[in-house]
């Protein structure tokens, strides 16, 4: 959804109406109120991969979420619908397919959602050009790069330090694993933390699952440690300030990583999470096959990861050639191209705006 926030701060420049459609039993909609966007919730889930048990229930949500959406899209009058993926769009985009639609593909290989929404787009916006080879031809595709939200961007290195209360000249590594967080790399670097804080500071950023041993963790440490160590179990305005101060970050590879890392030019250890299909391997091979970012298997988290941060750590070259790579790969006015996307395919009069994230 974070894509389609950084749009919408874009069309703030421009006169318009905006809709937010989203899940109605999802985080969405607290998140979406923090914009000052309407939103409209709708039942929704999915199909992909989903048991034979779970299987008719989830396509009687999408009925449900198809009559709800048409209902709210015949009230509203959309002039454009703007979609990045995820099976609530799917309704929606049943609901309004005579409109004019922008789809926009974070990760490098779309979900099977973004693939049955191509089918309805006017216009396909990618994150990276390899994206284009998964859509038919025939379709319009632009690429745009990721769009990043203004108050992610907006970070310097010094204030960023200041406002984490980070000591000045030491080593600074980034742990996270998105905004629920990723237990396997929570558990591995609790694992070697007292090891690990011998050598940097370290930002953690855990998510609220495991926060109750990250805590644990935390209060068994010596006093000279603890100081090094900056535990949270979410940042959302200040997840910015973690990327501009970390000289290296441990991570998912989700669709973010391909706009967020760039943007500071920050080196990654990137662990794939292995029960995805394969859209973050795909991801992460992207980066490292661009001098980026390194690789490390799930699996292997336990054996690697301590000597894997140690060696990139004490070797500035190599840290130095990965900051130039992935900062090479930025696309800073990614959020203004998509806004000017969906301008050109609105209506040209009160340009009434539909989100489905």
């Known amino acids: 959804m974070y894509p389609a926030v950084a ?87 049943l609901a309004g397919f005579r409109k004019p639609i922008l789809l926009y593909v974070p990760d490098i290989e779309p979900g099977l959602a973004l693939k049955v929404l191509a089918r309805f787009a006017d216009c396909i916006g990618l994150t990276v050009d390899q994206s284009g080879a998964f859509f038919s031809s025939k379709t319009r595709m632009v690429t745009t790069g990721y769009p990043l939200r203004e108050e992610f961007t907006r970070w310097q290195h010094p204030e960023a330090v200041q406002t984490l209360g980070l000591e000045n000249g030491l080593p ?44 644990t963790a935390r209060g068994s440490l010596p006093a000279d440690l603890a100081a090094r160590y900056h535990a949270y179990p979410y940042l959302y305005d200040e997840m910015g300030a973690a990327m501009a101060a970390a000289d290296l970050v441990v991570s998912r590879a989700g669709a973010s990583t391909l706009g967020e890392f760039p943007h500071y030019g920050l080196p990654a250890v990137l662990v794939p999470y292995p ?20 690789m490390l298997e799930d699996q292997n988290l336990g054996v ?49 705006l539909g989100v489905a994230s």
Not at 281 to 293: D, F, M, P, T, Y
């Open 7 to 93: 749009v919408l701060q874009a069309l703030g420049k421009h006169s318009h109406t905006v809709l937010w459609v989203g899940s109605e039993d999802g985080m969405e909609a607290r998140l979406v109120s923090r914009t000052g966007t309407r939103f409209e919730g709708i039942p929704a889930a999915g199909v992909h991969g989903v048991g034979l048990a779970a299987l008719p229930g989830n396509l009687w949500r999408l009925l449900r979420g198809f009559f709800a959406a048409r209902r709210i899209l015949r009230q509203f009058k959309p002039d454009v619908l703007f979609f990045t993926g995820g099976y609530v769009a799917v309704p929606v985009a």
């Open 172 to 215: 600074t590594l980034l742990v996270f694993g998105g905004s629920k967080g990723a237990r396997s790399i929570n558990r591995a670097i609790l694992s070697v933390l007292p090891n690990l804080l011998k050598i940097a500071q370290v930002i953690h950023v855990s998510g609220q699952l495991d926060w109750a041993e990250v805590e």
């Open 275 to 294: 029960y995805a299909w394969r859209y973050q391997k795909v991801n992460a091979e992207h980066l490292c096959s661009q001098g980026a970012a390194v």
């Open 304 to 352: 690697q990861l301590f000597s894997t941060i140690q060696n990139l750590l004490n070797d500035t070259n190599k840290l130095e050639s990965m900051r130039h790579a992935m900062r090479g790969l930025a696309r800073p006015q990614a959020a203004n191209h998509l806004a000017e996307l969906l301008q050109e395919l609105a209506a040209p009069s009160t340009q009434k």
